[in-house]
């Protein structure tokens, strides 16, 4: 899990770093990037309780809906170990 953070932050922060984002900034922005997708993945899922779809659309509005929450909680939380 830990090597799919880092690869998800690398390529976050890369796509930031060419739109012009300076350095001091990009770990508030990717955590901000996160929250937003945490956000934007609850859109994926009103579709299904309002309109009857076909079984294929279904899937790919869960499977969405999955990969954003997941990508958000990611990005949005930072590991931090408690002393004892």
Do not use: N
Not at 1 to 22: D, H, I, N, Q
Not at 54 to 62: D, G, H, M, T, W
Request: aromatic share 4%.
């Amino acid at each position: 899990m830990a090597t799919m953070k880092v690869r998800l932050e690398s390529l976050v922060s890369g796509l930031l770093r060419k739109r012009g984002v300076p350095e001091q900034q990009l770990h508030e922005r990717c955590k901000k990037i996160g929250r937003r997708m945490l956000l934007g993945s609850v859109l994926l899922i009103v579709p299904l309780i309002i309109w009857d779809m076909p079984p294929v659309a279904k899937i790919l509005l869960q499977l969405g809906y999955a990969a954003m929450m997941c990508a958000g909680i990611l990005l949005a939380f930072d590991e931090e170990k408690k002393p004892r």
